[in-house]
C-alpha cells in the first residue's frame, strides 16, 4: 500500500516507484512489462531523469491500486517543491562579505539558506561589523537568534561579543 501524498510531498516519483518495488522484490522492467510501457521509460522515472505524465499515472494507479491522479499530485509537489527551492536560492550581498572568512570552502558554491547555521556561525566568529550586518539584514535578528540557540558552545570569544554587541540574544 502506497503512503499518503500528504505525508511524501515534495519527493519525486521515482523514489516512491523504487521504493515500492523493493517492497515488492520487483524490478523496474517487471514493472515496465506489467503496465505495457517501454523499460527506458520506466528506468529513467526510477532514476529522476523523467517525469510522470498523466497517462502513465493512469497505469501506475491500476497496478499501485491508487487514485488515477496520485502520481501526477506527487509530480506536481516535486515540481512545486523544485521551483520553490530555486526561489529561495538569494544570496547576501557578497560584496559586504570577504572571501576569506569561508578559506575552507568554494565561496561561490555557498548555498546561504542551506548553510544558514555554519554560516552565521562563521560570521560571528570571524566577520568584520560590516559582514555581521550583511548577515542580520539577509537572515534577519530573529533567525538568527534561533540559530545561535542551536549552536553548540565550541566557539571563538568574539563570537559571544558579537552576539551581544549586535544585539541577536
Keep these: 500500500m502506497l503512503p499518503k501524498l500528504n505525508k511524501i510531498k515534495g519527493i519525486h516519483p521515482g523514489t516512491l516507484l523504487r521504493w515500492e518495488l523493493n517492497k515488492r522484490n520487483l524490478k523496474g522492467c517487471e514493472l515496465a512489462d506489467t503496465i ?8 529513467a522515472i526510477l532514476n529522476k531523469r523523467r517525469d510522470i505524465n498523466p497517462k502513465l499515472s493512469i497505469k501506475l494507479s491500476k497496478e499501485f491500486k491508487t487514485d488515477k491522479d496520485y502520481f501526477m499530485i506527487l509530480q506536481a509537489s516535486y515540481d512545486v517543491k523544485l521551483l520553490s527551492e530555486s526561489e529561495i ?3 547576501p550581498n557578497i560584496n559586504n562579505i570577504r572571501r576569506i572568512i569561508f578559506w575552507d570552502t568554494d565561496f561561490n558554491k555557498i548555498d546561504w539558506n542551506k548553510n544558514k547555521k555554519a554560516v ?3 560570521i560571528l566568529e570571524r566577520g568584520n561589523k560590516t559582514e555581521i550586518n550583511e548577515i542580520i539584514s539577509f537572515y534577519g535578528k530573529k533567525n538568527i537568534s534561533k540559530e545561535i540557540k542551536s549552536i553548540k558552545k565550541s566557539h571563538l570569544p568574539s563570537f559571544e561579543k558579537n552576539i551581544i554587541e549586535h544585539n541577536l540574544i
Excluded at 36 to 43: F, L, M, V
Design 36 to 43: 505495457g510501457e517501454h523499460r527506458q521509460t520506466i528506468s
Design 89 to 91: 536560492k538569494n544570496t
Design 120 to 122: 552565521i556561525k562563521r
